[in-house]
C-alpha cells in the first residue's frame, strides 16, 4: 500500500524510534493470555511487538486506510480490529481484567481520559503516551499550577506515575511537544469513598471553573460559611489547595446534608 499521511484531525504522530518502542514494550510487560487493547494502532509500531507477545491484541482505530492495512498484515485470530471512535467506545464489552494501551491522540487525550475512568472497575492497568503537558496536570499535586479538575477526578480513581519522557524525534512527522509514558493503576473500591460520585463532579468542576475565585464563591452553591467550618476548611482558599481527601469530604457533607434538595437539582 502507499505511504500514509498523517492527517491532522486524527491527531495522528506515528512513533518510529525502535529503542522507545521497546522501552514503552518491556513498561508494559504484556504477557500471552492477557486482554489488551491497544487505542490508535497507527502504522503498527506498538502493534507488532504487542501480538508478538500477547499472541492476540484488540484495537480500537478510527482511520479507515490504517483499518485497511490492519486488515491485510494481521489474521483475525491474531488481531480484533473494532473500528471507530475510542471516545465512544464501550470497554465494558471486552473481557475483564483489561490492560490498555496507547499513543493518545492530542487532539482527544483529555476528554478520552475521562471516559476511560468510566471503566475503572473493569481495567488492570493502562499506560498511555502524552502530551507532556498533560501527564504533568494528571499526577500534579495540590498547591502546584499544574493540578486542577482532571488531576482530581482521575487521581480519585487511579494511582498514577509518570515513567518517562519520549523525545519529538521518536515521532514522524516530528510534534512540537515532548511526549511522557504515564501509568495508570485503579485503586480499590473502598478506597474510592465519595457517597455520590457525579456530584464529586459536580464539585471539583465548579471549583476549577474559575481558577482565581475562592471557595467561598466556586461552591457557593453547596456551602455556606458554617458548613466551611464544619468541614474544617478555610472557604478563603481556591480549589487548587484542596486535595483530593478534602473533595470527597467536601461531596459527602453535601450529599448527607441535602440529600433531597440534590435529587431535585
Given at each position: 500500500m502507499s505511504e500514509h499521511r498523517a492527517r491532522k484531525r486524527f491527531g495522528q504522530n506515528?512513533?518510529?524510534?525502535?529503542?522507545?518502542?521497546?522501552?514503552?514494550?518491556?513498561?508494559?510487560r504484556p504477557l500471552p493470555g492477557e486482554t489488551v487493547v491497544e487505542i490508535g494502532p497507527g502504522l503498527g509500531a506498538m502493534t507488532d511487538p504487542l501480538v508478538e507477545r500477547l499472541g492476540h491484541l484488540h484495537v480500537v482505530e478510527i482511520d479507515r486506510?490504517?483499518?485497511?492495512?490492519?486488515?491485510?498484515?494481521?489474521?483475525?485470530?491474531?488481531l480484533t480490529i473494532h473500528e471507530g471512535d475510542a471516545l465512544k467506545?464501550?470497554?465494558?464489552?471486552l473481557d475483564a481484567p483489561l490492560r490498555v494501551v496507547g499513543n493518545l491522540p492530542y487532539n482527544i487525550s483529555t476528554p478520552l481520559l475521562f471516559h476511560l475512568a468510566e471503566f475503572a472497575a473493569r481495567v488492570r492497568d493502562m499506560t498511555?503516551?502524552?502530551?507532556?503537558?498533560?501527564?504533568?496536570?494528571?499526577?500534579?499535586?495540590?498547591?502546584?499550577?499544574?493540578?486542577?479538575?482532571?488531576?482530581?477526578?482521575?487521581?480519585?480513581?487511579?494511582?498514577?506515575g509518570r515513567l518517562f519522557d519520549v523525545p519529538p524525534g521518536a515521532?514522524?512527522?516530528?510534534?512540537?511537544?515532548?511526549?511522557?509514558?504515564?501509568?495508570?493503576?485503579p485503586l480499590p473500591a473502598e478506597q474510592r469513598t465519595a457517597k455520590d460520585e457525579a456530584l464529586l463532579e459536580r464539585v471539583v468542576a465548579a471549583a476549577f471553573g474559575q481558577?482565581?475565585?475562592t471557595l467561598r464563591n466556586t461552591l457557593r452553591e453547596w456551602l455556606d460559611e458554617g458548613d466551611f467550618a464544619a468541614l474544617g476548611i478555610d472557604p478563603?482558599?481556591?480549589?487548587?489547595?484542596?486535595?483530593?481527601?478534602?473533595y470527597i469530604a467536601i461531596t459527602n457533607y453535601i450529599a448527607a446534608k441535602a440529600p433531597r434538595a440534590l435529587a431535585n437539582a
Open positions: 506515528f512513533l518510529s524510534d525502535p529503542n522507545i518502542i521497546r522501552k514503552i514494550i518491556d513498561a508494559i486506510d490504517l483499518i485497511a492495512r490492519l486488515h491485510e498484515r494481521y489474521s483475525p485470530e491474531r467506545f464501550d470497554f465494558a464489552t498511555f503516551m502524552l502530551q507532556k503537558e498533560v501527564v504533568m496536570r494528571m499526577v500534579a499535586e495540590p498547591g502546584t499550577e499544574d493540578y486542577g479538575r482532571l488531576s482530581v477526578m482521575l487521581q480519585y480513581r487511579f494511582r498514577m515521532f514522524r512527522p516530528a510534534p512540537k511537544v515532548t511526549s511522557s509514558i504515564v501509568r495508570m493503576m481558577r482565581r475565585k478563603g482558599l481556591r480549589g487548587e489547595r484542596l486535595t483530593v481527601a478534602d
